[in-house]
């Protein structure tokens, strides 16, 4: 590989979700250790669980509810101002809702199309399906590379023999930063690369740690 020649990593968020935020913050930390490039692509967990809301708790219905404006905003702006857009429009949402706390709120998405440079006009797609076409063929597009057990965030690599490795994850709070953000990817890529390996896992007893 050129010196000149970056690997692409093809990564699925839903705005929304804290636990891809801190994904994010990590592979942009890896962006600066290894020689990668990250294109960005929306998936959402409103899709994802829209056949099985009768199953989820009241409160987990409601941050699906207001999950459908943010995705529907990304997308939107995709389609109208390209796909360079997408990663700068995230950190933005993400920086409002995550750090910031001010959450999926009509105010916060706003403010983050202003901090990304956007239109403020992009905000009348919250509310609108004209893009949702658009939108789950690119959750499609992620989470046929998985398979329906997984949520946010997908993760898609070159593998050894050129077809993509897919896998969910990693979860991971605070976000490593440096060579331990580097130790984490190389040990993501020998895991996920490895013939019949499926998941590893822990219970949590952390929230996520914004930095």
Same mark, same amino acid.
């Given at each position: 590989?050129s010196?000149?020649?970056?690997t692409?990593?093809?990564?699925? +968020?839903? *705005?929304?979700? *804290?636990?891809a935020?801190?994904?994010?913050?990590?592979?942009?930390?890896?962006e600066?250790?290894?020689?990668?490039?990250?294109?960005?692509?929306?998936?959402?967990? @409103?899709v994802?669980?829209e056949?099985?809301?009768?199953?989820?708790p009241?409160?987990?219905?409601?941050?699906?509810?207001? =999950?459908?404006?943010?995705?529907?905003?990304?997308?939107?702006?995709?389609?109208?101002? $390209?796909?360079?857009?997408?990663?700068?429009?995230? #950190?933005?949402l993400? !920086?409002r809702?995550?750090?910031?706390?001010?959450?999926? !709120?009509?105010?916060?998405? @706003?403010?983050?199309l =202003?901090d990304?440079?956007?239109? @403020?006009?992009?905000l009348?797609?919250?509310?609108?399906?004209?893009?949702?076409?658009?939108?789950?063929?690119?959750?499609?597009?992620?989470?046929?590379k998985?398979?329906?057990d997984?949520g946010t965030?997908?993760?898609?690599?070159?593998? &050894?023999?050129?077809?993509?490795?897919?896998? +969910?994850?990693?979860?991971? #709070? *605070? @976000?490593?930063k $440096?060579?331990?953000?580097?130790?984490?990817?190389?040990? !993501?890529?020998?895991?996920?690369? #490895? &013939?019949?390996?499926?998941?590893?896992?822990? #219970?949590r007893?952390?929230?996520?740690?914004?930095?």
């Amino acid at each position: 590989m050129s010196v000149s020649q970056k690997t692409p990593v093809d990564f699925w +968020f839903d *705005p929304v979700c *804290p636990w891809a935020w801190m994904t994010s913050r990590w592979v942009l930390e890896v962006e600066k250790v290894r020689d990668i490039e990250v294109r960005w692509h929306v998936m959402s967990l @409103a899709v994802l669980n829209e056949d099985k809301l009768d199953e989820l708790p009241e409160e987990y219905r409601e941050i699906l509810a207001r =999950a459908w404006a943010p995705v529907r905003v990304v997308i939107a702006a995709r389609e109208l101002h $390209g796909q360079e857009v997408v990663g700068p429009l995230y #950190t933005a949402l993400g !920086t409002r809702f995550h750090n910031g706390g001010e959450g999926p !709120t009509r105010e916060a998405i @706003a403010g983050a199309l =202003a901090d990304a440079g956007l239109p @403020a006009s992009l905000l009348e797609h919250a509310d609108s399906d004209r893009y949702d076409v658009e939108l789950r063929a690119s959750h499609k597009e992620g989470i046929d590379k998985v398979g329906q057990d997984v949520g946010t965030p997908v993760i898609a690599v070159p593998g &050894p023999d050129g077809e993509q490795i897919a896998f +969910f994850g990693p979860v991971v #709070t *605070p @976000a490593p930063k $440096g060579e331990a953000a580097a130790r984490l990817w190389d040990g !993501t890529l020998l895991v996920a690369s #490895t &013939p019949g390996f499926y998941e590893i896992k822990r #219970t949590r007893t952390q929230d996520p740690v914004f930095d």
